[in-house]
């Protein structure tokens, strides 16, 4: 019948995958392993992982007004962290060999009601959860709502709000992080409010415009920092991180003109405050607000593409501000 259908899905994958560190010779002997403290050593690390997982959903519209969707997924994750040492004279040292194991687990279900033309809401509740080495049970329940905007042919908006929940890497750190911390601490999974407002409009001519601002408000948050005097690098958290940002986009492409092209630009701040935990490291403070755009909070890209019959030629540039100055 018309506005009835159903679909069901479902996919299995398998991810292998790894890191290789190896310091060169300029690299300085720095490490100290528990214990010893008259030798130093550079640190080699070789990570390989293999996930294996499977996503099933089923959605089914009973109306041009309702429809509903219900999905789950499933993946575990098995691995080595083998890390090796060499003195100043290359001569070896000690080597840690870790396995381990982990999984993620995740269940939704979620609803689109229509009931007038000029408006519909996506409504949604997803449960997480996350086992990952010397980590309690992390899980979660996250609600979503999305009330969308028909305003016309040339207009539409939404506004979103989410609670998110974001596992780190599932990983072997705590028997290299020993040897610089006697922290027990280790990494949670990073859990959000998010909030979103965007707006489109469609020109004349093939010539489309969008404008979005979004805020995340993020306890705990997550950056990341190097175990001790090496290059190895591990997730932790920041108790406060907030990140605020505002987008914008043009586009043009029609089907009777060779000529498209695009303009995006954004601007986003992204700050971190409180105590700094996890990684199995010493505890460190972020302060009242510490400035973490690592890199740039103005960034701009715009593209011109010609493309007649059979062939194409491609214009981008990309512009990105820096930071002015390091103050907070």
């Not at 040492?85 to 290359?90: A, F, G, M, P, T």
């Not at 029609?254 to 498209?260: A, E, F, G, I, R």
């Not at 491609?314 to 501000?321: D, T, V, W």
């Given at each position: 019948q018309p506005d009835?259908?159903?679909?069901?899905?479902?996919?299995?994958?398998?991810?292998?995958?790894?890191?290789?560190?190896?310091?060169?010779?300029?690299?300085?002997?720095?490490?100290?392993?528990e214990g010893d403290?008259?030798?130093?050593?550079?640190?080699?690390?070789?990570?390989?992982?293999?996930?294996?997982?499977?996503?099933?959903t089923f959605d089914k519209r009973l109306s041009h007004q309702f429809m509903y969707k219900v999905g789950l997924n499933f993946s575990s994750t098995s691995g080595n962290e083998h890390f090796t040492?060499?003195?100043?004279?290359?001569n070896t040292g000690p080597t840690i060999?870790?396995?381990?194991?982990?999984?993620?687990?995740?269940i939704f279900a979620q609803t689109e009601w229509h009931p007038f033309e000029w408006t519909s809401f996506d409504l949604g509740v997803r449960y997480d959860q996350h086992i990952a080495p010397d980590l309690?049970?992390?899980?979660?329940?996250?609600?979503?709502?999305?009330?969308?905007?028909?305003?016309?042919?040339?207009?539409?908006?939404?506004?979103?709000?989410?609670?998110?929940?974001?596992?780190?890497?599932?990983?072997?750190?705590?028997?290299?992080?020993?040897?610089?911390?006697?922290s027990l601490t280790p990494t949670l999974p990073e859990r959000d409010n998010f909030y979103e407002?965007?707006?489109?409009?469609?020109?004349?001519?093939?010539?489309?415009?969008?404008?979005?601002?979004?805020?995340?408000?993020?306890?705990?948050?997550?950056?990341?920092?190097?175990?001790?005097?090496?290059?190895?690098?591990?997730?932790?958290?920041?108790?406060k991180v907030k990140v605020s940002g505002l987008e914008m986009s043009l586009s043009y492409s029609?089907?009777?003109?060779?000529?498209?092209g695009y303009l995006n630009a954004a601007l986003i701040h992204a700050y971190g405050s409180g105590a700094i935990t996890g990684g199995f490291l010493d505890v460190d403070n972020a302060g009242p607000a510490t400035d973490l755009d690592h890199d740039q909070r103005l960034s701009v890209v715009a593209g011109l593409n010609y493309q007649p019959v059979d062939w194409f030629v491609?214009?981008?540039?990309?512009?990105?501000?820096g930071l002015t100055n390091g103050n907070p």
């Open positions: 009835e259908e159903s679909n069901y899905f479902l996919g299995a994958y398998v991810r292998q995958g790894g890191l290789i560190y190896t310091p060169g010779a300029i690299n300085e002997p720095s490490f100290q392993f403290t008259v030798n130093s050593y550079v640190i080699a690390e070789d990570r390989s992982f293999t996930t294996a997982g499977f996503r099933t040492s060499r003195d100043s004279l290359q060999n870790t396995d381990f194991a982990g999984s993620d687990f995740g309690p049970l992390e899980k979660q329940v996250s609600p979503r709502i999305r009330w969308n905007f028909l305003l016309g042919e040339e207009n539409s908006a939404y506004l979103y709000y989410g609670r998110l929940f974001m596992p780190n890497n599932i990983e072997g750190l705590r028997t290299i992080a020993l040897n610089v911390s006697s407002a965007v707006y489109t409009h469609n020109f004349p001519n093939g010539l489309r415009g969008k404008l979005a601002g979004f805020y995340k408000d993020s306890r705990p948050g997550v950056d990341d920092q190097t175990v001790g005097n090496t290059a190895i690098k591990t997730p932790v958290n920041i108790e029609t089907t009777n003109n060779p000529v498209s491609n214009l981008e540039g990309i512009y990105g501000s």
